[in-house]
């Protein structure tokens, strides 16, 4: 998968927060193979030097750190603390988040495509996490987005993807452009429903920080991640309403082949 | 192993010296003491703790509801603590913990409880019976009858008094660098022992005490939360602790607007008299945690150091001063939370 010129090799990113404990996120993220976290600048990093601790144990994974703008609620604020992010973890990768909503969470995605404007005009490289409407995507990739992010459902919902005609376009319209489906999945089976409609990647937290054995549930996203993926490259048969038989039925005797 | 078990075979009747008079020091001192062990608390604080965790601490003792996350050792350690607390403060409060949600966080309630154990359900009458300033707020919990629950501020005195009745000589005021102390000692600093711990980091925690007579509760309730386990602890006087933030910060600047309006709409979710209360206090500190958020009693020579109790303080403290107890005097191991170097 191309993010921003560079080959990254697993397809699945996870975030950091909400794990019982740093043992247990380290555990998980190995087991999902991952090779790329969030880690969200306000809430974890707070102060940056003040979170060192935790940072230096992120570090310690050896793997790429996508910095995010969680919990900021204007163009402003969100600017500022992609600023902050760049300079704490030293990367032009930012996952750009402008929450619209508190009782949803959504993106406010006007604020969205003015913030990526002038972040992408300051030289970071932005992963803006969007809703699945295509206007707005193509607004982003318009301003310079290289990688788009919509949500399956809400974040931390657990839903899987509730607009998939809308997902469906969204791949079909945009081919050039590296599309990770982020937020909403709670099974692995939306992680591989995702991958299997064409997504680059996908990007989750909760279902795997807050599952009973988050180590298990890691590996299990990164099989699902997988197994989509194969299955979108090997080619999906299309969905028929009605049955066709996978051994033909010349031979066999009339009344069986006519039950 | 057997240098540190000989270093303390030698170290025979020799005082033993426990740094940090906070809970986990506190403890320690006691329970060398009881195995006979002659032994001096050493703090670098006045009597009052102002620079202890444990003064800000919850004071939970609420192994059920940690179990959702916390590594087994602490599950075990705790459920002996609990013994330990009774036999030593019989007026400990063991009336359980209650855990209800906002109706729009039913599913994380659900997930707590197939996550803990030690737990049943309770329906709107049984939450009335428990606690009946919620009657008709919440039709359904979880209630935890074998927990219970402390206040810091008032157990820390009572067990300090408790080692003076037994000749324990508890000097405040006194910081003591276990580097440079030449016999034996147990190291409880907590964060302050960090920079011989390079694995310990500091967890922020915040806390609000507010005070109202128009609420009461019996013990410690569980509001489900997002990110964090929030509790409202009712302490003497009409006085509720609400408490805690977790955060990944070493900063002590004081409590985040944000955080001190998560803590007080909790209180108001539980009960809305709480709206009327009166802050007292917003309080901030951090916890010592290693990774995996289990303490460790790592033995080197004839120093011992105590540490990681990160949320867990007055839960795991007389279990951990019991395995040292247990090791000083009679050279008992617990490989669950024992290290050698």
């Known amino acids: 998968m191309q993010l921003y010129g560079q080959e990254v090799a697993s397809r699945l990113l996870v975030g950091t927060a909400l794990y019982p404990s740093p043992a247990v996120m380290e555990a998980a993220i190995r087991a999902s193979g991952a090779g790329i976290v969030t880690v969200s600048v306000r809430r974890e990093a707070a102060g940056g030097r003040a979170g060192d601790a935790f940072w230096r144990i992120i570090q310690g994974l050896g793997v790429k750190v996508l910095p995010n703008t969680a ?26 988040e402008v929450v619209g909503d508190d009782e949803t969470l959504q993106p406010d995605v006007v604020g969205l495509v003015e913030a990526a404007g002038i972040l992408l005009r300051d030289g970071f490289e932005v992963f803006p ?11 982003l990739v318009e301003a310079g987005c290289r990688v788009v992010m919509p949500w399956a459902s809400p974040i931390g919902s657990g839903q899987g993807i509730t607009n998939r005609a809308a997902l469906r376009t969204l791949r079909q319209r945009l081919p050039e452009v590296t599309l990770i489906v982020d937020a909403g999945l709670g099974a692995p089976s939306h992680a ?64 069986h082949a006519a039950g | ?49 102002m620079g202890s965790t444990s003064r800000w601490a919850g004071g939970m003792l609420a192994p059920g509801c940690e179990s959702d996350g916390a590594e087994p050792v602490v599950i075990r350690l705790g459920r002996r603590s609990i013994d330990l607390w009774r036999r030593h403060l019989p007026e400990t ?7 209800v ?103 922020k925690g915040e806390t609000a ?40 910060s ?39 945690a290693y990774p995996d958020h289990a303490p460790r009693i790592a033995v080197s020579g004839s120093k011992i150091s105590v540490n990681g109790l990160y949320r867990h303080g007055f839960l795991l403290a007389p279990a951990l001063g019991e395995v040292v107890a247990n090791y000083v005097a009679s050279g008992l191991r617990d490989n669950e939370v024992m290290r050698w170097s």
């Open chain 2, 101 to 203: 949600s906002h109706p729009r966080d039913r599913g994380d309630l659900d997930r707590f409880a197939r996550q803990t154990s030690g737990h049943r359900q309770v329906g709107e009458s049984e939450i009335a019976e428990l606690e009946p300033a919620l009657a008709g707020r919440f039709r359904t919990g979880l209630f935890f009858p074998d927990e219970g629950h402390v206040e810091p501020r008032a157990v820390l005195p009572a067990l300090h008094a408790e080692l003076q009745r037994r000749g324990v000589p508890i000097r405040f005021g006194a910081a003591v660098d276990p580097a440079a102390a030449a016999g034996p000692l147990v190291d409880c600093r907590g964060l302050s022992a960090r920079a011989d711990l390079p694995e310990l980091r500091g967890v």
């Open chain 1, 129 to 139: 996490y969007t809703t699945e409407d295509l206007t707005v995507a193509q607004r």
């Open chain 1, 71 to 96: 919990g900021c609620r204007t163009v402003k604020e969100a600017v500022a603390t992609a600023e902050l992010a760049r300079e704490l973890f030293g990367t032009p990768w930012i996952k750009l």
């Open chain 2, 250 to 288: 070493e900063d002590v600047s004081g409590v985040s607007v944000r955080s001190a309006l998560e803590l007080l709409t909790a209180a108001y979710t539980l009960h809305p008299a709480f709206g009327e209360a009166r802050i007292l206090e917003l309080g901030t500190a951090l916890r010592p």
């Open chain 2, 209 to 248: 005490l507010v005070a109202t007579d128009e609420v009461t509760l019996r013990r410690p309730v569980r509001l489900m939360h997002p990110r964090w386990p929030l509790y409202v602890v009712p302490r003497p006087g009409g006085r509720f602790l609400i408490g805690a933030s977790t955060i990944e």
């Open chain 2, 1 to 49: 192993m057997r240098n540190s078990d000989e270093a303390w075979a030698r170290a025979g009747s020799q005082e033993v010296a426990v740094i940090g008079a906070g809970i986990c020091g506190t403890w320690t001192a006691l329970m060398l003491s009881e195995a006979g062990v002659p032994v001096a608390l050493h703090e670098r604080d006045g009597p009052d703790l």
């Open chain 1, 192 to 255: 591989a429903d995702a991958m299997e409609l064409g997504y680059d990647g996908v990007l989750l937290n909760t279902a795997v920080a807050k599952a009973d054995d988050p180590v298990a549930m890691a590996r299990a996203f990164a099989l699902a991640v997988e197994a989509g993926r194969v299955g979108h490259e090997a080619g999906l048969m299309p969905a028929r309403d009605f049955a066709t038989p996978s051994t033909p039925v010349v031979g066999t005797p009339f009344w």
């Open chain 2, 93 to 99: 409060a063991l009336l359980g913990s209650l855990v």
